[in-house]
């Protein structure tokens, strides 16, 4: 058994008890509609969530970075169960305080090892490289090792999404105004990349079919290492995943369908697809 604990965050959109059961240890993040907050993952599943983002009159949820001693608290349960180190992968700090938080409780418990690496990404770009992240730690490797592994591989992981409209990235706070405006103004459906923890409009497209067909595109650009399709409530995203696997060349068992859950999902709203990319270095 490996003494490295492994981290992420709800907004890595890893079920909590999935990623228990590959060794990777999920710290909750919050959401909130108007007065209700929850942790995501936990006291409001992605399912649950999504049946109240769309439901009439929701109030538009906000999300928010989990204490310092929330983490602080999750580290040192893993040092008490036996972990000698930990490498705690999150969701890129040009995104979120989350990072913020993990890094104050390290700073806490200063003669512990406790490596916190930025994700650049969000979503699976995190879990794609907490799963690296265990299979290093099973091969024996140092957490110091693990962690200056994950930081070079960060800067290949690409998200690509197609969205309904950038009017939900525009309420989160992540793009202007005046971004948003022009996508509405033009009836276009907006493609979004997520490169090295910046939020960026890939292309624009006049309808659904030829956004998902552009997303296509862009994910099977460069030679592929890892990828997870990413969805929020989208109809047929078996068959999405089915076609960029074939034209990518993998295999449909080695690719997950992942439901963006509340971490995420309020910046990016309903009818999405698109997908985490971790390309050949």
């Not at 007065?35 to 992605?46: D, I, K, M, N, Q």
């Not at 602080?72 to 990072?99: C, M, N, P, Q, R």
């Not at 090295?196 to 994910?219: C, F, P, Q």
Request: glycine share 8%.
């Amino acid at each position: 058994m490996s003494r490295v604990a492994i981290f992420t965050d709800s907004a890595s959109d890893m079920d909590p008890a999935e990623a228990a059961s590959e060794g990777i240890e999920v710290i909750p993040l919050l959401v909130s509609f108007g007065p209700e907050t929850f942790t995501a993952g936990v006291e409001l599943s992605a399912t649950a969530f999504w049946e109240r983002m769309v439901a009439a009159d929701a109030p538009f949820p906000t999300t928010a970075a989990s204490s310092p001693g929330v983490f602080k608290d999750a580290y040192e349960a893993a040092f008490e169960a036996g972990a000698e180190a930990i490498v705690s992968i999150h969701v890129a700090g040009t995104l979120s305080g989350t990072i913020k938080s993990a890094q104050v409780a390290r700073d806490m418990l200063p003669d512990r090892e406790i490596h916190v690496v930025d994700s650049l990404g969000a979503s699976m770009a995190e879990g794609i490289l907490a799963r690296m992240a265990v299979k290093l730690a099973a091969d024996g490797r140092s957490a110091a090792d693990i962690a200056a592994t994950l930081e070079a591989r960060a800067p290949d992981m690409r998200m690509y999404v197609a969205l309904e409209t950038l009017e939900y990235l525009k309420k989160g706070g992540r793009i202007s105004g005046a971004q948003a405006a022009i996508g509405t103004l033009l009836s276009v459906k907006p493609i979004i990349a997520v490169t090295h923890g910046v939020v960026e409009t890939a292309d624009r497209v006049r309808t659904r079919s030829k956004a998902r067909e552009r997303v296509m595109d862009l994910i099977c650009e460069r030679p592929i290492e890892s990828l997870a399709i990413l969805h929020t409530v989208t109809p047929d995203i078996e068959a999405f995943r089915d076609e960029v696997v074939a034209r990518a060349g993998l295999r449909a068992e080695d690719v997950t369908i992942n439901l963006v859950g509340a971490s995420v999902g309020p910046h990016l709203g309903p009818g999405c697809v698109g997908a985490a990319v971790l390309y050949k270095a």
